[in-house]
Every structure is written in C-alpha cells, then in structure tokens.
C-alpha cells in the first residue's frame, strides 16, 4: 500500500501563493488516483482538487476552481497542490489522499469515501 508525506504548507498572507506537494512512496504510484482535500477547525473535510491516473482528467469545487491546480509527477512519485490567490477561507488543513480502485484512466475520485489512503496533512494559513 502506498504511503503518503504532504509538505509545503505555512503562513502566507491574503493574495499570496503556496504549492503543496504530496511524496508517495511504492512503484505503483501511477495506478493510483489522486485527490487533495482540506479540513478547517469545526468544519467537515472537504474536496479540494483531484487527478485521474492517466493525469489527463482533474476536477475542482467552485470555491477553488481558477486559483487551485493539481498535477503529478510520475517520475517523482509526488502530486502537487499549486494555489493561488489565497484567501482566509482556504485556511485549514490539507490532506493528500490516494485510491486505488479500479475503472477508466481518466476518473476523478471527488469523495472522500473514495480515498482508502491518507497522508498526515499539512497547515496552511492564510493571514487577512
């Protein structure tokens, strides 16, 4: 099973730029969909952006869609979460999550219940 390591996280200020990224360990890491997500205190983890294995389809909720980008390196066995424009809503945790199911190349995994395994999680926050 694979194994995962967030980083990059920390404190930026409102309009600022961090990029997560998400070390997976296992030579299988291309058979894998990927997702990242985020939970904030008192608040239940929500889907943030995914990736299909084949890296060709990805999908975002409408609070981040075009300032959030997830991509994956294969050679580097690592996702990347790049994100733009922050704002004090986006502060919170952020969890990168992985599955291993089966089915097309080009799905996107939205729910968390699709996940089977997660990482620590890395705190991002973002000052007004």
């Known amino acids: 099973q694979v194994q995962l390591v967030e980083s990059g996280g920390g404190l930026v200020q409102t309009g600022g730029s961090l990029r997560l990224s998400c070390a997976a360990s296992?030579?299988?890491?291309?058979?894998?969909?990927m997702g990242w997500f985020r939970q904030a205190p008192g608040k239940e983890r929500e889907f943030v952006a995914g990736i299909s294995r084949s890296g060709t389809s990805t999908s975002y909720p409408d609070s981040v869609k075009g300032r959030f980008a997830i991509s994956r390196e294969r050679a580097k066995n690592t996702v990347y979460l790049q994100m733009n424009s922050l704002k004090p809503e986006d502060t919170a945790v952020y969890y990168c999550?992985?599955?291993?199911?089966?089915?097309?190349?080009?799905?996107?995994?939205?729910?968390?219940?699709?996940?089977?395994?997660w990482g620590q999680g890395t705190q991002v926050t973002v000052s007004s």
């Open positions: 999550a992985a599955d291993k199911g089966l089915g097309p190349t080009t799905t996107v995994v939205v729910s968390a219940g699709g996940y089977d395994t």
């Open positions: 296992g030579r299988t890491f291309s058979t894998y969909r």
